[in-house]
Antibody, heavy 122, light 106 residues
Framework: EVQLVESGGGLVKPGGSLRLSCAAS????????MSWVRQAPGKGLEWVSS????????HYADSVKGRFSISRDNAKNSLYLYMDSLRVDDTALYYC???????????????WGQGTLVTVSS | IQMTQSPSSLSASVGDRVTITCRAS??????LNWYQQKPGEAPKVLIY???RLRSGVSSRFSGSGSMTDFTLTISSLQPEDFATYYC?????????FGPGTKVEIK
């Protein structure tokens, strides 16, 4: 059974930093791209960042570029998101998501964790 | 790529046929996915590649469309289908979602 368990969320002041972690199990972690997707309270979904299985390809949303850094440790089956210069509008539930490339050539967000809440407030 | 959805919400009865539309701001071929999210839960993929049903998803869900205009259809609405539905383009980064369509009980 695929499991994605996020941790590291919490309350932080504007301008502060936080590191999120995601522990993965139940699939061959190193062969899958992984992503972070966030959802502000009562709002829709926003893609944040993605990283390929070998970490060669990394992408960020414009809203977090230069402030957030995604990384992974395949030996530990873990995904990370380092968030710096946090702003009030970064407040959201952050989901760790497995990104699946189907044999048909299409890709989609497949397995999701339950999320970790980041609250940025003074 | 900007994604829009209509309607933003709808009320329907069990057994109704429900259609949600999604439009992309540029051509994305068939790189369009649909997700269902119930309150307090993580999203779940229903349809990928515009019309491909994800394994394990009920066949009452179907998707159609290409280029810029897409549709999610629920053939006969069931109590467990009351949720918010999001489209998402996988054509290129930055990946983007539609704003969502909330399906409520009439």
């Amino acid at each position: 059974e695929v499991q994605l368990v996020e941790s590291g969320g919490g309350l932080v002041k504007p301008g502060g930093s936080l590191r999120l972690s995601c522990a993965a199990s139940g699939f061959n972690f190193s062969t899958y791209s992984m992503s972070w997707v966030r959802q502000a309270p009562g709002k829709g979904l926003e893609w944040v960042s993605s990283i390929s299985g070998n970490s060669n390809f990394i992408h960020y949303a414009d809203s977090v570029k230069g402030r957030f850094s995604i990384s992974r440790d395949n030996a530990k089956n873990s995904l990370y998101l380092y968030m710096d210069s946090l702003r009030v509008d970064d407040t959201a539930l952050y989901y760790c998501v497995n990104y699946h490339y189907d044999t048909s050539g299409y890709s989609f967000f497949d397995y999701w964790g339950q999320g970790t809440l980041v609250t940025v407030s003074s | 790529i900007q994604m829009t959805q209509s309607p933003s919400s709808l009320s329907a009865s069990v057994g109704d046929r429900v259609t949600i539309t999604c439009r992309a701001s540029q051509i994305i071929n068939s790189y369009l996915n649909w997700y269902q999210q119930k309150p307090g839960e993580a999203p779940k993929v229903l349809i990928y590649g515009a019309s491909r049903l994800r394994s394990g998803v009920s066949s009452r869900f179907s998707g159609s469309g290409s280029m810029t205009d897409f549709t999610l259809t629920i053939s006969s609405l069931q109590p467990e289908d009351f949720a918010t539905y999001y489209c998402q383009q996988s054509y290129g980064t930055p990946l983007s979602f539609g704003p969502g369509t909330k399906v409520e009980i009439k």
